[in-house]
């Protein structure tokens, strides 16, 4: 079992910057695939960005890449997602995820169908 808890969302202005949270129950996280989805209202939840095990390896959907950063942060089994020029479009739950059977994403994007553990999400709501 992996736990998986999200913080750092909240209301933001455009252009603001952003960084998100996500901190893994499970000591062994560094030995798995971890990522980051969003779920704006009214829409599917869509794939944003996926990390290796070792942060070596980083995956983004075309359409975050240029503002999104993800990383990894073994020692404290967390990673995170730093969203820089937030739009407004930006607004939706962001949710981490665990993909323990891989090391590294088998490719981008990545399936969400391949993540077994999600957290509960964090809300983001950027104000134009």
């Known amino acids: 079992q992996v736990q998986l808890v999200e913080s750092g969302g909240g209301l933001v202005k455009a252009g603001d910057s952003l960084t998100l949270s996500c901190a893994a129950s499970r000591r062994t996280s560094s030995t798995y695939v971890m990522g980051w989805f969003r779920q704006a209202p009214g829409k599917e939840r869509e794939f944003v960005a996926s990390i290796s095990y070792n942060g070596g390896s980083t995956f983004y959907s075309p359409s975050v890449k240029d503002r999104f950063t993800i990383s990894k942060q073994n020692t404290k089994n967390t990673i995170s997602l730093r969203i820089d020029a937030l739009k407004p479009e930006d607004s939706a739950v962001y949710y981490c995820?665990?993909?323990?059977?891989?090391?590294?994403?088998?490719?981008?994007?990545?399936?969400?169908?391949?993540?077994?553990?999600w957290g509960q999400g964090t809300q983001v709501t950027v104000s134009s």
């Open positions: 995820a665990a993909d323990i059977d891989r090391d590294v994403p088998s490719r981008n994007p990545s399936p969400e169908s391949e993540f077994d553990y």
